[in-house]
């Protein structure tokens, strides 16, 4: 059982839950999108542009490669008012979807799993957070986490989503999608301008005439998809550093 489309909310990587994906490696000729390709597991990078009639079809007619190369040039990319991330109607189709999700798909994905995962791994998410939860324990105000998605087998649910409060930040919005065998992420490689920890990442900075803002960075991992929203420019003086410590510091070590 997939998570629901609102919650692909980024411009920066094509996210696919059900593909078997992904070298670490950019490969420009192969498409993970045909199915005479048989990638190995792991997030993949690839080059939509050699091939762009078969970008998929919520993509076709997307500026995300051109905001991407925007921001990564003039530190922003110029947007209209309705293009700006609002995180408070986010936040609001989010609970509502959390409220269903816990009322009526968990129960039925939990009572397909076995007594253990049911006892033992309910409350558990798939990959290593441990870096993520130090971070926020340390410097943010937790309003909502929330565990979803599909279930893997002995591990736990492969969606997690934070709502949280920063002095410097203000709200922010942390999702993590871990990575099994029959799962996955395709990043275009085209949109990337920005690395964490050596990983492959698309940086986001949109704002208006007005001077509003918002940010969103994702990034891959070789166990999970990251990806963190939030209504600032960090690519201001005051905040650029700070950000960037703080993504890497969420990322674990490989």
């Keep these: 059982m997939e998570t629901p489309n609102f919650l692909m909310t980024s411009l920066a990587f094509i996210s696919l839950i059900s593909i078997n994906a992904f070298s670490a490696e950019v490969n420009l000729n192969s ?12 997030p993949q990078v690839f080059s939509f542009s050699n091939q762009p009639e078969r970008v998929p079809d919520i993509f076709n007619g997307s500026s995300y490669v ?25 936040i609001e189709g989010f609970a509502q979807y959390s409220e269903t999700f816990s009322r009526k798909l968990k129960p039925l994905i939990l009572a397909e799993q076995s007594d253990y995962d049911q006892s033992y791994l309910v409350n558990n998410f798939a990959a290593d957070i441990d870096n993520l939860e130090s971070l926020i324990s340390k410097e943010f105000t937790v309003k909502s986490k929330n565990l979803g998605g599909n279930f893997i087998a002995g591990k736990g649910w492969d969606h997690l989503t934070y709502i949280v409060t920063h002095p410097d930040y203000e709200v922010v919005v942390i999702e993590v999608q871990a990575f099994d065998e029959s799962s996955g992420a395709v990043m275009d490689a085209d949109a990337i301008n920005y690395q964490v920890k050596g990983s492959p990442a698309i940086l986001y900075v949109l704002q208006d005439k007005t001077g509003n803002a918002s940010t969103q960075l994702s990034w891959l991992t070789p166990q999970a998809s990251y990806n963190i929203q939030l209504e600032k420019n960090v690519n201001t003086v005051a905040l650029q550093s700070k950000f960037n410590t703080l993504v890497e510091a969420i990322t674990p070590d490989d």
Excluded: M, R
């Design 31 to 42: 498409n993970p999108f045909l199915e005479e390709n048989k990638p190995s597991q792991g």
């Design 66 to 90: 051109e905001l991407a190369k925007q921001t990564q040039v003039n530190g922003f990319a110029l947007v209209e008012p309705d293009k700006v991330i609002d995180l408070t109607t986010w």
